[in-house]
């Protein structure tokens, strides 16, 4: 593409580039919104920046909600600058002077995808894109054709082209690519018949096979994967992840620079077996109370949501009948005032009808100040609601999180009293077990071994502490997070109400006024 552009200026997408793009692309209607409401690039759906001799992607990610991006025709040389662009689901690139296909990881709602007429040499950088249908790829120098096998990974593919690509020469082409992306509808434009995809099948049967049986041993190990993960963030969402079994136990130990050494002391061993088995037992306990606690949270928050919609409802009811019954009688009224015999009848009649929009306006405001009374009460008492489960939440982590303690502090005082043991037996040369040379350095005196098992015992206290605080700032953060949007939510919708209210009147008003009234004469 760059001859075309030899003598002019390459660009880079900057404000002053979409501002002019966007200014090009409004309506009449559109700008008569801009200018009362205000313009958010979040607003924008599609954008439009072809043939516009841009050399670098810039400067896009205000556009967080768009949907379709052109970029075709330019003078692009490296795909970059779109990973904001997250809800994206049409993308053309055609036509540019891209060399490698990068950039895209974030695409992931990406469906139709143009990168025809670049200098691409190999299909890579794409395993994000598992919604695509659609993807050009012609005119690009893609020479070897075993490359189009990375197309079985989309399995909504059935549109693809490839024409114009040094692989295409390949005599295989046809039913290699129809063999391997045996999803596809389309090819290089041209519907994939029936009998060229038996075809294709008979001939690659024996290839296809045992790829077939590979990817579908990698597609349960995916789904197993992913259920063990789903399952992980609902335990993250109880705030209870990891307690359903030995991990903090285990934790506890790993992160024990002395606990080794001792465990080698003579009855440590059963010591520690036991202990295990008790604090896992709490652990699990726990971890049972939170999947129970964070369903009554979920309840809780689904029952506030309900009542308030049904609150809301009755309202949003009661405004559309004070509208409907406006709406009755302002037809007729207009066409008095515009059918008026005299200037003076019309100008009464529109009086009335002014006195009718106002009597309008203050019943919508009204209900509109009774809703957000209602809503108030109700959003305090969700408060207290949410306050009173968090806080009973709380005191019973606090409590089975003081039964690990009490269990550590069981544990230390018996590893205490074996350590001593062992140690006055060392003194004595009465050991009957022979200990490696590091714990044998513990058992010169008392203090040393006093010492190692008091570090020992304070690593896995502070452990303790550690996870039971993590739960706790999960909850008061749950808590301030559940509450605080709930009140922003009302702020935003009673602003968003009073706006469609005054609008809604305007317009009303501006109607009025827009009619002719034939004035008086002698």
Known sequence: MSHLYENIEPNVIDDELVQ?????????????????????????????????????????????????LQLDNNIIEKV???????????????????EVIEGLDTLVKLQDLS?????????????????????????????TLEDVVYFRRFKHLRTLNLAGNPLCDDNRYMLYVVAYVPNLVYLDFKLVRDSTREEAVLQYQY??????????????????????????????????EYLNGSFLFDSMFAEDTEAAKLACLPGVDDLLQAYRE?????CESLFNYGLKEHENREAEVSHFHEYLNEVLTANQQEGRKRILEFENQSKKRLEEIHNASSYDIAESKRARYREDILQLSEALMGLEILITDQLEEILEEFKGNIAAVASTFIENVKGMMNQCRALENHHHEKLLEISITTLEKSLKNELDVDLPADVQKLLVDKT????????????????IDKRESDILSNINHWQNSVTEKAFQNEIDRNRNRVKEIILFIENLQEELDSIKILEATE
């Open 80 to 98: 970059e600058a779109l990973e904001s662009l997250v809800h994206l689901v049409w993308l053309d690139l055609s036509f540019n002077n891209i």
């Open 115 to 143: 990168l025809y007429s670049n200098r691409i040499s190999k299909i890579e950088n794409m395993d994000t894109l598992q919604e695509l249908q659609i993807f050009s790829i012609g005119k690009n120098n893609l020479t």
């Open 20 to 68: 002019k793009v966007l200014e090009e692309e409004r309506t009449e209607d559109i700008e008569k919104i801009v200018r009362r409401e205000g313009f958010n690039f979040k607003d924008v759906k599609e954008l439009q920046l072809s043939f516009r001799n841009i050399l670098q992607i810039a400067n896009l990610w205000q556009f967080e909600n768009l949907t379709k």
């Open 448 to 463: 040393t071994i006093v010492n190692a098992v008091n570090a020992s015992h304070g690593t896995r206290l502070q452990s």
């Open 207 to 240: 290839h296809i096979e045992p790829l077939e049986q590979e990817e579908a041993e990698v597609l349960a190990q995916l789904e197993d994967k992913q259920a063990k993960q789903k399952q992980l963030e609902y335990h993250k969402t109880a705030f209870v």
């Open 278 to 282: 008790e604090f896992v037992s709490v």
